[in-house]
């Protein structure tokens, strides 16, 4: 580890250098602090690693906590940009570099957030109820005592089937509940965005984006919602939170070589427009899409390569165009050596 390493939280409107009373992603190494340019800052401590990925889930999830309980904190404090988990740059002449790098943008996404915080709603049913009426649909319950009446060793492929058929109604149901549900919430929130449910107990996993107004509306709705299900679902809310699903910052910084041999890979110079990029791109993905070669077994690869490159070029194009419009994007090594990639997710 680089002690000089910076780890970084989220992005506040000040221009004061504040020290925040909560402990960073290692307690070890010091304050969890702002570091202003002009009046933006960003929120940062000492980093332990250099790299966040490829961690073990245990020590994974406790840098996660620790990393959450920062921005929840400067929230009390400042409304705030959220970074991405994990983001580590150099040192603070880097955080300085993304400060003066995405400065318009960071401003102008703190500017369309303000007054806006996130809501996660889970809703859950009892699984055990929604079971017992899956194993009370015809089609099921007739197979069930065919498979009962039979020795289980000759009966696999039928106990396979019925699974299938409880998984395919389950999922049904739960598409049913959310298109009844979904809309309800919609009508009280400035934005949805829905989650993957985290196990079979979750009818929706959703984030909310509201204002304050929002929030005392979306209160009573789920009231409603609450006496229309006569208590058959439990709605569980957490917040409120940073902007996590809605507005989240991503910072790296580029490799030069990766970035090399992606503008060779589509056959570009060193200098390019972001329209040359795609030209390129379409062109080679002409010729080298899988489908327009189907006894190449390499196909899918180089078509992968392919297009990680043309994002990886897309990405710095876009991050170099943030301190200048209509730039000529630049893949020289020294453009590429003090340009971050930037983007909000």
């Known amino acids: 580890m680089r002690m000089g390493a910076s780890y970084l939280y989220a992005i506040v409107p000040t221009a004061e250098r504040v020290i925040f009373d909560v402990a960073g992603v290692d307690d070890d190494l010091g304050e969890v602090y702002s570091l202003p340019h002009h009046d933006l800052a960003a929120v940062v401590s000492c980093s332990p ?5 490829g961690l073990k889930r245990d020590k994974a999830v406790r840098y996660l906590v620790a990393h959450q309980r920062v921005v929840e904190a400067v929230m009390q404090a400042f409304p ?15 955080v300085r570099r993304l400060l003066t790098q995405g400065e318009t943008l960071f401003r102008t996404t703190l500017e369309k957030f303000a007054g806006r915080e996130q809501i996660e709603v889970v809703i859950l049913w009892n699984l055990a109820d929604v079971f017992r009426e899956i194993g009370q649909e015809e089609s099921i319950g007739q197979l069930e005592a065919q498979v009962a009446a039979r020795p289980p060793e000759e009966t696999l492929g039928q106990r396979v089937a019925i699974g299938q058929m409880v998984k395919a109604s389950l999922e049904r149901r739960r598409e049913a509940l959310q298109e009844r549900l979904l809309p309800s919430l919609r009508e009280v929130t400035l934005d949805l965005v829905v989650n993957p449910p985290m196990d079979d107990s979750m009818v929706a996993n959703v984030a909310l984006l509201v204002d304050e107004a929002g929030r005392e509306a979306l209160d009573q ?5 609450d006496e229309a299900f006569e208590g058959r679902l439990l709605f569980r809310c957490v917040g409120p939170l940073p902007p996590y699903s809605f507005a989240t910052l991503e910072a790296q910084v580029p490799s030069f070589d990766a970035v090399d041999e992606a503008r060779r890979r589509l056959g570009l110079g060193e200098t390019t427009t972001p329209r040359e990029i795609r030209k390129a791109y379409r062109l080679l993905a002409g010729r080298l899409h899988p489908d327009h070669n189907p006894e190449d077994p390499e196909a899918e690869t180089r078509m992968g390569e392919l297009i990680q490159a043309y994002r ?15 730039m000529p994007c630049s893949f020289n090594r020294e453009a590429v050596e003090r340009t971050l990639l930037i983007a909000i997710q």
């Not at 940009?81 to 040192?91: N, S």
């Not at 990886?312 to 209509?326: G, I, K, N, V």
Request: aromatic share 8%; no cysteine.
């Open 49 to 53: 690693l250099e790299n966040f990925r």
């Open 80 to 94: 705030l940009l959220p970074v991405k988990f994990g983001t580590v740059l150099p040192d603070e002449a880097w």
């Open 221 to 225: 709705r789920l009231e409603l919602l």
């Open 312 to 326: 990886l070029l897309t990405a710095l194009a876009d991050s170099q165009a943030l301190e200048e419009d209509h």
